[in-house]
């Protein structure tokens, strides 16, 4: 068996891309590079006739192949080399007619449990669609904490609005449901420390990215200062980067993305790393669309310290349409995926129809004009 042709396609906030061989198998990925998917495209064009009439069950072979080429670093190679991983896992399963987590080392979990991202809104709105979360049988949130219009505020005012936000939420849900707290890259250091002081009375599941990811090491400081559980990842790659943050980023929670990170190739040794380390993966996955979040939830259902799965609801256009059937969340879990491979195919008609989204404007400004922090 060999590998005949790869398609890709630029559609919403993703690159999609399709592998065929010549025996008629195929397999789908997602990379997640969502800002810029034309990036990840371009780079699979260029990696395109280094896999034609390559063997696609030399996964790890190939993946070391183009990684190693010319040692170029950088989120939109690993983009790419994740849509074409996931691509070969995908072909991989249907060649010997098993799921992707069979061939991982089988299920150590009966269901993936979902974790809601709530969408930024008024803090009324936001106890809403909490609340109904709730009803619809989740036990694990996250809010958004962080909103664009903190950037402008002072110190003393901004902290005062998310705490009440915070509390409102806690509220509003109880206390027998999971609140993890996305601060998005916002804050520095001392006023992220500040923060978390006063939400560690709400009983946080985590805090997530306090600071930018440039510096492991200040995020190890933060995190010991911080006396909560630390969640990071979503921008990092490969086991290279994430074993910095796994062993000096003080972090409890691993934050690893399929459609970036690695594909499974690189994830499931990253979720290893994690396990040897006693520390749980909590999966980035928003914006993803909905083979990234099928990926994931295959890794979810192998990886030993997965705790939830990041979801956004996949039941809804444009989403619902890239592919022939989503995966359903079902009383606030994923069910056992059983068809070969991956379990979807994209609809290419319906792809064709949904145009890049572009990310352009001005950055986020503090009250002095500065560009501020993201």
């Known amino acids: 068996m060999k590998i005949d042709s790869i398609e890709t396609f630029v559609a919403h906030m993703s690159l999609f891309v399709r592998i065929r061989t010549d025996t008629g198998l195929e397999g789908i990925g997602e990379g997640t590079f969502f800002a810029f998917p034309e990036a990840t495209a371009a780079i699979i064009d260029r990696f395109r006739p280094m896999l034609i009439g390559a063997d696609p069950l030399r996964v790890e072979y190939l993946f070391l192949r183009l990684y190693r080429l010319v040692s170029m670093r950088g989120m939109g190679i690993t983009s790419a080399l994740s849509a074409i991983d996931q691509a070969l896992w995908d072909i991989r399963g249907k060649r010997f007619d098993a799921p992707i987590w069979e061939m991982l080392g089988g299920r150590v979990r009966d269901r993936v449990r979902a974790m809601l991202v709530l969408e930024y809104a008024s803090t009324e709105q936001l106890c809403a669609n909490a609340k109904a979360a709730v009803d619809d049988g989740y036990t694990a949130l996250k809010i958004l ?11 003393a005012g901004r902290n005062k609005d998310m705490v009440d936000r915070m509390a409102a939420l806690r509220d509003a849900v109880g206390s027998d449901v999971d609140l993890g707290v996305e601060l998005h890259r916002n804050m520095m250091p001392g006023d992220s420390v500040a923060l ?3 939400l560690r009375q709400f009983r946080p599941f985590f805090v997530e990215d306090p600071i930018v990811p440039d510096s492991v090491y200040a995020f190890g400081a933060v995190a010991a200062k911080s006396h909560l559980p630390m969640a990071a990842g979503e921008r990092t790659t490969t086991i290279y980067e994430f074993a910095e943050y796994v062993d000096h980023g003080g972090i409890s929670y691993v934050r690893p993305d399929i459609g970036i990170a690695g594909g499974f190739t690189q994830l499931r ?17 928003v914006p993803n669309g909905p083979v990234a979040t099928a990926a994931h939830v295959h890794m979810g259902f192998a990886a030993v310290t997965w705790d939830a799965q990041e979801h956004r609801p996949q039941d809804v256009a444009p989403l619902c349409n890239m592919v022939d059937a989503i995966f359903p969340v079902v009383n606030g879990f994923f069910n056992l995926p059983e068809k070969p491979g991956l379990g979807m195919v994209l609809n290419e008609a319906a792809l064709a129809d949904m145009p890049p989204v572009k990310f352009e404007g001005h950055p986020a400004q503090r009250m002095d004009g500065s560009i501020a922090f993201r």
């Open 269 to 285: 040794k990253i979720c290893a790393m994690a396990e040897a380390r006693h520390q749980a993966v909590l999966p980035h996955s």
């Open 196 to 198: 978390m002081q006063e």
């Open 145 to 155: 904490l962080f909103q664009n219009e903190h950037h402008p505020m002072t110190h």
